[in-house]
């Protein structure tokens, strides 16, 4: 019976990616029939090849893939959402339960990692760029064709809130809290960032979203709440939206040093003032 029982945590853990990507599927019906009723109202004399030209634009438009994108995390945060605080944490936004999860040190010690986190993700991305450019080419053409160079505030809101709690829910909320009751911590958050990783479709980028999931399930973990994930998710993401130009500023043989031994230091300070701000207020209760 136990055997069973742990069989189908284990199952209930790797549901949500799937489950992310069907309901992504499901969007995409209503969206599609949206989009052909559009274009039948607005331009009835379109037919064969130009409507078909017409519909590729729209589908391959950075502002209709971001409003997609965006549809989909609102409704994968109200559904995996609602799973994740029923079964595991009570959704509470009482002052007084979130300055037991967010102490002084926490948030120091989730802003000290998100910035060491720029520069480790820097190198991981480095070091994988030389080992097989053609990763690089197509995450570099991912990023032009999502418009990442050029943010909108949709793109904004999604990268920065939408984006993050949506990812958070999926794998640090409902894959990681089910794997953990089936197996070791250690194995269940190695898991969980492996399904961050293929959710990002892209072998860079799902490279280093690994190592992220990896620092982001462990401070689920010291934490005991899926909150001080999301606030790190959230500022890693705004740190590499708008402050790329200050923190890789230079090129120089020393700044490059620099920024190597601030990409090990700053993630193991980061987690150390979280450690401390989590066990001073364990005291203190």
Same mark, same amino acid.
């Given at each position: 019976?136990?055997?069973?029982?742990?069989?189908?945590?284990?199952?209930?853990?790797?549901?949500?990616?799937?489950?992310?990507?069907?309901?992504?599927?499901?969007?995409?019906?209503?969206?599609?029939?949206?989009?052909?009723?559009?274009?039948?109202?607005?331009?009835?004399?379109?037919?064969?090849?130009?409507?078909?030209?017409?519909?590729?634009?729209?589908?391959?438009?950075? *502002?209709?893939?971001?409003?997609?994108?965006?549809?989909?995390?609102?409704?994968?945060?109200?559904?995996?959402?609602?799973?994740?605080?029923?079964?595991?944490?009570?959704?509470?936004?009482?002052?007084?339960?979130?300055?037991?999860?967010?102490?002084?040190?926490?948030?120091?010690?989730?802003?000290?990692?998100?910035?060491?986190?720029?520069?480790?993700?820097?190198?991981?991305?480095?070091?994988?760029?030389?080992?097989?450019?053609?990763?690089?080419?197509?995450?570099?053409?991912?990023?032009?064709?999502?418009?990442?160079?050029?943010?909108?505030?949709?793109?904004?809101?999604?990268?920065?809130?939408?984006?993050?709690?949506?990812?958070?829910?999926?794998?640090?909320?409902?894959?990681?809290?089910?794997?953990?009751? *089936?197996?070791?911590?250690?194995?269940?958050?190695?898991?969980?960032?492996?399904?961050?990783?293929?959710?990002?479709?892209?072998?860079?980028?799902?490279?280093?979203?690994?190592?992220?999931?990896?620092?982001?399930?462990?401070?689920?973990?010291?934490?005991?709440?899926?909150?001080?994930?999301?606030?790190?998710?959230?500022?890693?993401?705004?740190? *590499?939206?708008?402050?790329?130009?200050?923190?890789?500023?230079?090129?120089?043989?020393?700044?490059?040093?620099?920024?190597?031994?601030?990409?090990?230091?700053?993630?193991?300070?980061?987690?150390?003032?979280?450690?401390?701000?989590?066990?001073?207020?364990?005291?203190?209760?």
């Amino acid at each position: 019976m136990r055997f069973w029982k742990k069989l189908g945590h284990a199952l209930l853990g790797l549901a949500p990616l799937p489950l992310s990507i069907l309901i992504q599927f499901l969007l995409m019906i209503p969206v599609c029939g949206i989009l052909f009723a559009y274009c039948f109202m607005f331009h009835p004399n379109l037919y064969g090849t130009e409507l078909y030209d017409m519909l590729y634009e729209l589908f391959e438009s950075t *502002a209709f893939n971001t409003a997609f994108l965006s549809i989909c995390a609102a409704f994968i945060i109200l559904y995996f959402g609602c799973w994740y605080f029923n079964a595991f944490e009570g959704f509470s936004l009482k002052p007084v339960r979130l300055k037991k999860i967010f102490s002084p040190l926490m948030i120091l010690g989730i802003f000290v990692l998100a910035l060491g986190l720029q520069y480790t993700v820097s190198y991981i991305v480095s070091f994988t760029a030389a080992i097989n450019p053609d990763w690089l080419i197509a995450f570099e053409e991912l990023e032009d064709s999502a418009g990442i160079n050029d943010m909108t505030p949709l793109l904004v809101l999604y990268s920065v809130i939408l984006g993050p709690i949506n990812e958070e829910l999926l794998f640090r909320g409902v894959s990681l809290s089910y794997l953990h009751k *089936a197996m070791p911590f250690w194995l269940a958050n190695i898991i969980q960032a492996a399904l961050f990783g293929i959710f990002h479709m892209n072998m860079l980028q799902g490279i280093y979203a690994f190592v992220l999931g990896l620092f982001l399930g462990y401070l689920c973990k010291i934490s005991n709440s899926i909150f001080p994930s999301m606030l790190l998710h959230i500022i890693y993401n705004f740190l *590499a939206c708008f402050s790329t130009d200050i923190l890789f500023y230079g090129d120089n043989i020393i700044l490059v040093c620099f920024r190597l031994i601030l990409a090990v230091l700053l993630p193991i300070a980061g987690i150390y003032l979280c450690l401390s701000g989590e066990k001073k207020d364990l005291s203190a209760a």
